[in-house]
């Protein structure tokens, strides 16, 4: 997951759509995000309070690096805090499990898709904090996810790429199912 030392980066909402967007989350990607606002503030916060309180009381803490590093680590861990809670404040939790349009891509669908060159690519669109390119996972707000929402199997689009504009076709739409 990504973080940020500028907290105040999601006050407009996900780029490139309008302002008060929620940010869509799957329930595993909300509860990544939930675990690792537990493990900052009751796991990896009070540790480093403690370093810092040993040293500052010995002394001059112009030079004493433990002193120094402490304190950083603390902004770095409280920045990483409130904007956990202001993107879990703003989430919008989608199952994809429960998708009942599934011959078409929503969030959640994990897609095929065939380029020029006959290879195919299988993503997954999930939230903004879920998102590893190399695991095929994309955030919905991406060129990729955004030429692929709406379209069914079989159409084809034209996605626009660092090497210029690119047509791909949808091979296949999976949804996760529940199991009995």
Do not use: C
């Not at 302002?19 to 009751?42: I, K, N, R, S, V």
């Not at 370093?51 to 500052?56: G, K, L, N």
């Not at 690096?65 to 950083?72: F, I, L, V």
């Amino acid at each position: 997951m990504s973080g940020t030392d500028d907290d105040d980066d999601d006050d407009e909402g996900p780029p490139g759509v309008p302002p008060g967007t929620p940010f869509y989350m799957t329930p595993d990607g909300y509860a990544a995000l939930q675990a690792e606002l537990h493990e900052l503030w009751h796991g990896e916060r009070p540790k480093v309070t403690e370093i810092v309180s040993w040293a500052a009381a010995l002394g001059d803490r112009s030079e004493n690096a433990d002193y120094q590093y402490g304190k950083r680590r603390l902004r770095q861990i409280d920045s990483r805090v409130r904007f956990i809670r202001r993107r879990l404040s703003r989430s919008e939790v989608v199952d994809p499990h429960d998708q009942k349009r599934r011959d078409q891509i929503f969030f959640g669908a994990t897609v095929t898709y065939a380029r020029e060159d006959d290879s195919e690519t299988t993503v997954t669109i999930v939230g903004m904090e879920e998102a590893v390119a190399e695991l095929g996972r994309i955030s919905w707000v991406s060129p990729v996810a955004r030429a692929l929402l709406g379209k069914r199997q079989g159409d084809v689009m034209k996605l626009r790429t660092p090497s210029g504009v690119e047509e791909i076709e949808v091979v296949k739409i999976f949804y996760p199912v529940r199991e009995a």
